[in-house]
């Protein structure tokens, strides 16, 4: 009938609208021609009597990430699909065509889904796998890294005495607990240990998977550990992850850095904080449209004696009295005990002191020592330092131990010794010289 048409007729054309806002939608519908006779009507002359066949539709949507309602990322799928893949509905996606899945995968286990988490509160070295194994596989061909963000990691922390010249070679090292992860064919990231919440690395995916291995003292029980893992995989060309080998990418204008191990919730810096050993990767930034230099500064930093900045590598000065380092005096080489300590410092390209200008090129790349200054003279008072030199980029290298002096050395030899007690740190800005880096980040417009 002329009234079962249009009820069809419109119902398509709804279904048809409803895709064209949603635009996730593909419609595939087939609606029947009406077909009318008048001449055979003999009751209706008027009337078209025709038949409408069934509307047939298949709705489906892009497997895209979502938020669920845990709160976590999951990936949209069909909730027949969450199921069968192994995940947990958390909430809907796709205008509720579909529910956000959510991967939390066990030790032991393997995933091949994006946005898979890996969630221990709290270990158990009585229940929980020693070593805790998670592989992930590429979803698909076109996968080319792996973004590993430690929404929480605490494992118990790295060697730290530093009251003898005979701990310098322990400091930094992760003698109890231990994370790794497997970069086959290439060059695997640091071990690291301690605190890193808040952390990431970005790994190449690997064709025959990466794996991260957490190995836990289970001998040593005075740390509570706890993990929450989220492994991201990004496609090629994404411009979200690094084209470079870099470990860790930053994306935003402004933020901060930290090396592994540095206790971002703590507002002061303690003697006992120490930057993790072999510790050899890039930090690297997308720079942002119209910005075209990066200027840092460490993100605690006191013009009160004895309180320690959040920027210490290597020795405090080559003189006596503690002054910024930089440059060849940074040689990488460490030796023990309390010969040299300059085997810890950063790479920057171009290096200059405050915003410096685009046209000046400078030798000096490499920053070390407890004060935190580009200038071209050794200073007692930290600065920022930006470089123009794209892209833009920052060379970690620590070398695997700290050369250490006695603390109860009454001569201040901060040549030899990285771990100078707090009453010797003088109100420009010093350091801990094995405690790392906490740096505020951000760039400047053109």
């Known amino acids: ?98 529910v956000c899945c959510v991967f939390n995968l066990a030790c032991g286990a393997s995933t091949t889904q994006n946005n898979t988490y890996a969630i221990i509160s709290s270990y158990s070295t009585s229940s929980d796998a020693d070593p805790c194994s998670y592989t992930v ?9 792996l973004r590993i963000d430690f929404d929480i990691m605490v494992l118990a922390n790295p060697y730290s005495t530093t009251t003898a010249a005979a701990d310098g070679p322990k400091v930094g090292d992760c003698f109890y ?25 970005f790994v190449p995916a690997s064709a025959a998977c990466n794996t991260i291995n957490i190995d836990v003292d289970t001998g040593t029980t005075t740390t509570t550990r706890k993990w929450q893992i989220k492994v991201t995989q990004f496609e090629c060309g994404n411009q979200m992850a690094p084209e470079m080998d870099c470990l860790q990418y930053f994306t935003a204008q402004t933020g901060t850095i ?27 930034f997308r720079r942002v449209r119209s910005y075209c230099s990066l200027c840092l500064s460490p993100q605690i930093s006191s013009t009160i004696a004895k309180i320690a900045s959040s920027y210490g590598l290597s020795t405090g000065s080559t003189e006596a009295t503690v002054k910024s380092a930089f440059g060849t005096t940074c040689t990488g080489v460490t030796t023990q005990p309390a010969k040299a300590a300059y085997g810890d410092y950063i790479e920057i390209a ?20 407890t004060v935190f200054s580009a200038a071209s003279i050794a200073t007692i008072a930290g600065a920022t330092a930006c ?50 880096f906490w740096l505020a980040y951000w760039m400047n417009a053109c």
């Open 137 to 145: 596989c590429k979803q698909n061909a076109d996968v080319c890294k």
């Open 350 to 369: 171009n290096l200059q002191p405050s915003i410096g200008t685009t046209g000046t090129i400078t030798t000096a790349s490499r920053l070390c020592g």
């Open 177 to 201: 607990d231990t994370l790794t992860v497997s970069n086959p064919g290439g060059t695997s990231p640091p071990i690291i240990c301690g605190y890193n919440t808040g952390q990431h690395m």
């Open 258 to 284: 930290a090396t592994f191990n540095w206790d971002t919730t703590s507002t002061t810096v303690a003697s006992t904080q120490v930057h993790l050993s072999n510790q050899y990767y890039d930090i690297c």
């Open 387 to 436: 470089t123009w030199a794209k892209p833009f980029k920052i060379g970690v290298h620590f070398d695997e131990g700290e050369s250490l002096v006695s603390s109860e050395q009454a001569a201040k030899k901060f040549n030899l010794g990285e771990n100078i007690g707090s009453t010797n740190i003088a109100a420009g800005g010093d350091g801990y010289g094995y405690s790392g």
């Open 1 to 98: 009938s002329e009234q079962a048409v249009l009820i069809h007729t419109r119902f398509a054309l709804r279904m048809i609208l409803s895709a064209v806002i949603l635009g996730s939608f593909t419609l595939l519908g087939v609606l029947g021609n009406a077909h009318a006779d008048a001449a055979s009507n003999k009751t209706e002359p008027n009337a078209r009597d025709g038949k409408a066949l069934s509307v047939f539709n298949v709705v489906t949507f892009p497997n895209v990430a979502c938020g669920a309602s845990t709160g976590y990322n999951g990936t949209c799928y069909t909730a027949s699909e969450c199921t069968s893949k192994g995940g947990t509905a958390s909430g809907t996606c796709a205008s509720s065509f579909g």
